[in-house]
């Protein structure tokens, strides 16, 4: 690709000929999920963001909820809240928020946070003060070598709530992308 150097933008000419528009910025980043791109729901793929329309070299592909025919919208429109504004979109399931969560907080994992692709849906999970921080599913085996008991009892109260009633010698069970995931 050669680059040239453009007013506003970087100026490229792709190995088909065509020439592009780049906008190079920095990824957003989000208060509770901080590792999308990571997670895989944020991908690098050049595309045209059908809610900015800025050429774009990472979309997000995770789960829009909306009435809109959309499969991808650019990370920055869920940051700054365009995408749930102009489409009236959600990309996270939020019940049961516990009464001393602010409703901003709520709010903003709803609306200006990324979702995650699992079978169950992704419900977001809330202590009783804030939401809390995505940061993978749980590797069940793991979780049973660091021995931290919150950690576990915080597992097995997410399983309860799927009416999974294990005892804790089965979170070995919990695999990224199984069944049941947390």
């Keep these: 690709m050669l680059d040239f150097e453009g007013d506003e933008a970087t100026r490229q000419i792709n190995n088909t000929g065509i020439e592009m528009t780049a906008y190079e910025d920095r990824l957003p980043s989000f208060t509770y999920f901080w590792d999308p791109l990571g997670n895989g729901c944020i991908v690098h793929k050049e595309e045209i963001c059908p809610c900015c329309g800025r050429h774009r070299d990472h979309i997000y592909t995770g789960p829009i909820y909306t009435t809109v025919d959309v499969e991808m919208v650019c990370p920055w429109c869920i940051a700054d809240g365009t995408a749930a504004a102009n489409?009236?979109?959600?990309?996270?399931?939020?019940?049961?928020?516990?009464?001393?969560?602010?409703?901003?907080?709520?709010?903003?994992?709803?609306?200006?946070?990324?979702?995650?692709?699992?079978?169950?849906?992704?419900?977001?999970?809330?202590?009783?003060?804030?939401?809390?921080?995505?940061?993978?599913?749980?590797?069940?085996?793991k979780l049973l070598e660091e021995s931290k008991a919150g950690k576990i009892e915080a597992?097995?109260?997410?399983?309860?709530?799927?009416?999974?009633?294990?005892?804790?010698?089965?979170?070995k069970r919990v695999v990224p992308g199984g069944q049941a995931a947390i």
């Design 87 to 141: 489409w009236s979109a959600s990309f996270n399931d939020v019940y049961d928020v516990p009464p001393g969560v602010p409703q901003h907080v709520a709010r903003e994992i709803e609306t200006r946070t990324p979702g995650y692709d699992s079978w169950q849906g992704n419900r977001w999970l809330f202590s009783q003060q804030d939401a809390l921080v995505f940061l993978g599913e749980v590797h069940g085996a």
């Design 155 to 171: 597992c097995l109260k997410a399983l309860r709530e799927w009416r999974i009633d294990w005892p804790a010698e089965d979170l």
